[in-house]
């Protein structure tokens, strides 16, 4: 299928973004009812073949049959609305269904698939507004803003939003094709609220206070310093962070960045006791785009960055190799991708030796794939290959974990579409082993209970070999976390441990020490927020019961990230939401002490945090980075925390 749409205010391509649109479009059609769709968006501007929107219309209808047959009613379908498990299953299904490219998250398709219960319940039109600002997406933004428009009353954060789209002709453009005859009342309303002046600015210049930087939060356990700013862009994004660490706790910080239409590919150092040096450009794609770096390190310092790169509708993937001690050397193409099809989420590692291992996801042809390259020292880069190739599918949420001496492990997450039956589209999570001297092996299924759809994988592994995977699995009542252990010699345990079940939500953050000792952190809801979880894994012994690091404030933990010290000590952070607030939070784990009362790491001056990461090495030498923005300014933020204490 292909939808174009010009965009009337850059004059770019959005082709994508529209296919998000109508994806959620189609699926509200068939969840409430909503009639004349077709003559709507055709009406609209769009074109649209009547065929392709029946077609797609009738295999949504058929995945509603069938997740009912699979599934008892209460738990698939409230009525005429999808669950949170159907929503994810749908969410998962509409890529691949409609052939539209993920550009963003696979939690944007579960956020549109699920727009229809949002819609009935007020509770969750307060979600919405409590977590606008963490949806990436500005067009998932703006389909939000027009929903809480009709509903209303607006908090700040989506009023600024909404005001914005007043001055930006691509957003109103949307806004007109959205709404269709209400769009002249719609816009009144926007510009009544921008002539009285409303929620927005105003409150945000209030937050920017003396007396709003003067609060000061408990110092954060482990802290050493304070929160020193590590770049920062005036007016432009930066996309998510890529963070390692080599054995010391010495630390390597990579980003995207886009001014306008310049993209670039930015690295920072850190050294313990030393601080972060200033950010220096690895690549200047100039009008291309640069996205999703990943990095590694590993215990001596060589330092892996590889990247997804495109420039004239030709994607490929680059990386360039080097030290923290003596930086990075020239960038190089590894693989390139035929014109239309798109390279994400890149993953690198690094063995004891420098020898490197970087993959990637492959969106083409209605399908997507886990390709990988590996680096030797002295020869270079092999020639790509595939490691998991999908007729019509989808291979996602990869994970990618190496030993010191050069044999690694790839997890990910898959649903096959290939056959009419929608049974075919659970998702399962499946592993492939890398050996040095022979490559990649054959797929091995990780999940024992395929029936159930499995989702979000973690995975960790020592120098030796021993390594977890954990992923959420949906059972009849919830969710819960799923865990299974994998050795060097022997491959997969037979049995599958329980971490938590219930009310899981989100992907989890696994991590492991030297001695095979990993801790898991993740969300669960806790009405009426989401509270960060964790729980330990000792080797030869098991999982211990899950332990909530519920903070002092009220609010949701959401995006848990974890890291392992040695000897027993591990720290997580997580961003703190309630209502126009997001601040980063941290808890450390002693061998003696336990989970430690969690604590802010930002520091006084609290501006919006989001994407937090942590490292950590050998001897107990942490980094937490993270983004803050306000305004059109963003800028990356570390602190350097010490486990030795605990």
Not at 167 to 180: M, S, V, Y
Not at 291 to 314: C, H, Q, T
Not at 611 to 635: F, L, M, Y
Request: with cysteine; hydrophobic share 40%; net charge negative.
């Amino acid at each position: 299928m292909s939808i174009r749409y010009r965009d009337a205010y850059t004059g770019r391509c959005v082709q994508r973004a529209w296919a998000r649109i109508l994806a959620a479009m189609w699926l509200g059609a068939l969840t409430q009812g909503c009639g004349g769709l077709a003559k709507e968006v055709e009406n609209g501007g769009v074109a649209v073949l009547q065929e392709e929107l029946e077609c797609a219309q009738r295999r949504l209808l058929e995945a509603r049959h069938r997740f009912e047959e699979q599934g008892s009613k209460r738990t698939m379908w409230r009525g005429e609305f999808p669950t949170v498990e159907a929503a994810h299953m749908l969410g998962e299904y509409l890529p691949v269904v409609l052939d539209v490219g993920d550009d963003d998250t696979p939690d944007i398709y579960f956020y549109l698939a699920y727009s229809s219960v949002w819609s009935k319940f007020p509770e969750k039109r307060r979600y919405i507004s409590q977590h606008f600002e963490s949806f990436r997406s500005p067009v998932l933004k703006t389909c939000w803003a027009l929903f809480l428009l009709e509903k209303g009353p607006l908090n700040d954060e989506v009023a600024s939003f909404l005001r914005a789209m007043v001055k930006e002709g691509w957003r109103l453009t949307l806004f007109r094709e959205l709404c269709g005859p209400k769009f002249e009342a719609s816009k009144a309303r926007i510009e009544k609220l921008e002539s009285e002046g409303g929620p927005g600015p105003p409150a945000q210049e209030r937050a920017d206070s003396e007396s709003e930087r003067q609060t000061v939060r408990p110092q954060a356990p482990g802290a050493v310093g304070e929160p020193s700013e590590i770049h920062r862009v005036a007016c432009g994004k930066i996309g998510r962070p890529a963070m390692a660490a080599d054995g010391e706790g010495n630390a390597l910080l990579a980003w995207s960045q886009r001014e306008g239409d310049r993209c670039t590919l930015w690295m920072s150092r850190s050294t313990v006791g030393g601080g972060w040096e200033k950010g220096t450009v690895v690549r200047d794609a100039k009008h291309g785009r640069i996205s999703d770096p990943g990095a590694a390190v590993n215990a001596g310092g060589d330092a892996l960055i590889a990247w997804s790169e495109s420039k004239d509708d030709a994607p490929a993937i680059w990386a360039a190799r080097g030290s923290l001690g003596s930086g990075l050397g020239e960038s190089a193409t590894i693989s390139a991708a035929e014109p239309g099809s798109q390279l994400r989420g890149v993953l690198a590692a690094v063995d004891g030796s420098g020898n490197g291992l970087v993959v990637w996801q492959r969106h083409a042809a209605g399908s997507i794939a886990v390709w990988g390259s590996y680096y030797e020292t002295g020869v270079g880069w092999r020639t790509p290959e595939p490691v998991r190739m999908l007729e019509r599918g989808a291979a996602t949420s990869v994970c990618l974990s190496m030993t010191e001496e050069g044999d690694a492990l790839a997890v990910w997450r898959e649903f096959d579409a290939r056959h009419s039956g929608i049974d075919k589209i659970r998702p399962a999570i499946l592993a492939r082993r890398f050996r040095k001297a022979s490559g990649w092996g054959d797929p091995e299924v990780v999940q024992l209970d395929t029936t159930r759809a499995g989702g979000f994988p973690s995975l960790a592994m020592n120098a030796k070999g021993f390594a977890v995977a954990l992923w959420s699995e949906s059972t009849g009542d919830g969710v819960a976390l799923q865990a299974r252990c994998y050795h060097e010699e022997n491959g997969w345990e037979d049995g599958v441990s329980t971490v938590a079940a219930g009310a899981v939500i989100g992907s989890p953050s696994l991590a492991m020490d030297e001695n095979g000792d990993c801790v898991a952190v993740w969300e669960q809801y806790d009405e009426p927020w989401h509270t960060a979880y964790a729980s330990r894994y000792s080797y030869g012994v098991g999982w211990c019961a899950p332990v909530s690091m519920r903070t002092p404030e009220t609010g949701s933990a959401l995006v848990p990230s974890v890291a392992a010290g040695g000897m027993g000590r591990a720290v997580a952070v997580w961003c703190q939401h309630y209502g126009e607030q997001q601040h980063v939070w941290a808890s450390v784990h002693g061998p003696e002490t336990g989970w430690r009362r969690a604590e802010s790491v930002q520091g006084p001056t609290l501006h919006r945090a989001e994407n937090p990461s942590v490292v950590a090495g050998r001897t107990g030498n942490a980094i937490a980075a993270w983004c803050e923005s306000r305004g059109d300014s963003v800028r990356i933020v570390g602190r350097q925390l010490s486990l030795m204490e605990y």
